[in-house]
Structures are given as structure tokens and as C-alpha cells.
T-cell receptor, first 110, second 114 residues
């Protein structure tokens, strides 16, 4: 899987939107962009994924740059339960397992 | 609960003992994955199955580790002659397909080797 780059940590206030960036300049045309999050003492949880177009679901939105070299996960209204490590992962090619990096540790202030 | 389940949730064993973990995936999912996570790190991929066939193994999966998925349903991960370095959270995930599909994770089995 191609490499992604994320900030180590971000801080936001409760009830405000959060924009989590991810750079993936070596993405290939068949790589999907996946986001997972992991709350303390739990297994990872799927958040959202996309290929080329922006995507929305009940948890979040995914904005993908036109050149696909970066993407942003948007949490529209953060709650304390959104405090977690967020992982941006590229999936494609022959390898099927997820390659987790260090992720972004999101801190939500009340 | 129709999610991924893992058993046991916690296992403490002495060095040199064998341990076996079980994973029950979401019933209609044909792909099943095993990962290992040590403290402060992201999960690391170990191996995956499509139905009963083990299609990929990471170089992290030493010859002391073996995984099976008989009949393409539940899976077991066995570690023989455990070492202290095997202490970690072992996570299982399942999905309907490959790169365009999401993976659903279980709660994990926490292994402590003393």
C-alpha cells in the first residue's frame, strides 16, 4: 500500500467541525482512500472510504482533492466520543491487509 | 449482536506455552483478517483468508504462528512456544471483499506472556 502522512495530533472543541488532513502523493489510480478510527481499548472502527468523488455517510464526510494526492476527513460536529486515533489508509493492488500508520490523535475539549 | 466476535478477550500464559484464539466473523463476509497491535502502535497485518483459503501472510507471521479457517466460517490463530514479545492485542476483522470494501473489527484478544 502507498504511504500516507497525517499530523500526529489535533485538538478541537466539542460541537465544532473537525477537519483531519491526509497526504498521499504516491497514490495510484486504483487505490481507495479509507479512514478508520480507534477509541481507547477498542478495535478499529470503519469510518468512511472513497475513490475519486467526495463521500458522505452518517459518521463523517470525505473530501478528496482533484489530483487525489490529499484528502480530508470531516467530522461535522465533534463530540467527546469522537476522541480517538484516526487512520488514513490507501488500499489497492494485490495486498489486501490494511497498513496502519501512526494516525492522528484527535483530542476533543469540552 | 451480529458483529465480529473474538474469544477469549484476555489470555495470560507462561512463556513456552501454546495458545489459540478464535474469531467469528460477520456471517455473510467471505474475507477474514488477523492483525496484531502492540502498545502505542497501529495494528499490523498478519494474514487473511478468502473463504477457507489463506491467501496472504505477512513476514511478521513467524513459523510459530498458524491460522486456519475451516469451512470458511470461524478462524483460529495459534501461537506455539509463546515468547514475551508475543504479548499484544490480536485483532480479527472481516469484510465482503477487497480494497473497495470496509473491514469490520472485533474487540480483540489481549495476550500477556509472563
Amino acid at each position: 500500500d502507498a504511504k500516507t502522512t497525517q499530523p500526529n495530533s489535533m485538538e478541537s472543541n466539542e460541537e465544532e467541525p473537525v477537519h483531519l488532513p491526509c497526504n498521499h502523493s504516491t497514490i495510484s489510480g486504483t487505490d481507495y482512500i479509507h479512514w478508520y478510527r480507534q477509541l481507547p481499548s477498542q478495535g478499529p472502527e470503519y469510518v468512511i472510504h472513497g475513490l475519486t468523488s467526495n463521500v458522505n455517510n452518517r459518521m463523517a464526510s470525505l473530501a478528496i482533492a482533484e489530483d487525489r494526492k490529499s484528502s480530508t476527513l470531516i467530522l461535522h460536529r465533534a463530540t467527546l466520543r469522537d476522541a480517538a486515533v484516526y487512520y488514513c489508509i490507501l488500499r489497492g493492488g494485490g495486498a489486501d491487509g490494511l497498513t496502519f500508520g501512526k494516525g492522528t490523535h484527535l483530542i476533543i475539549q469540552p | 449482536d451480529t458483529g465480529v466476535s473474538q474469544d477469549p478477550r484476555h489470555k495470560i500464559t507462561k512463556r513456552g506455552q501454546n495458545v489459540t484464539f478464535r474469531c467469528d466473523p460477520i456471517s455473510e463476509h467471505n474475507r477474514l483478517y488477523w492483525y496484531r497491535q502492540t502498545l502505542g502502535q497501529g495494528p499490523e497485518f498478519l494474514t487473511y483468508f478468502q473463504n477457507e483459503a489463506q491467501l496472504e501472510k505477512s513476514r511478521l507471521l513467524s513459523d510459530r504462528f498458524s491460522a486456519e479457517r475451516p469451512k470458511g466460517s470461524f478462524s483460529t490463530l495459534e501461537i506455539q512456544r509463546t515468547e514475551q514479545g508475543d504479548s499484544a492485542m490480536y485483532l480479527c476483522a472481516s469484510s465482503l471483499g477487497g480494497s473497495g470494501y470496509e473491514q469490520y473489527f472485533g474487540p480483540g484478544t489481549r495476550l500477556t506472556v509472563t
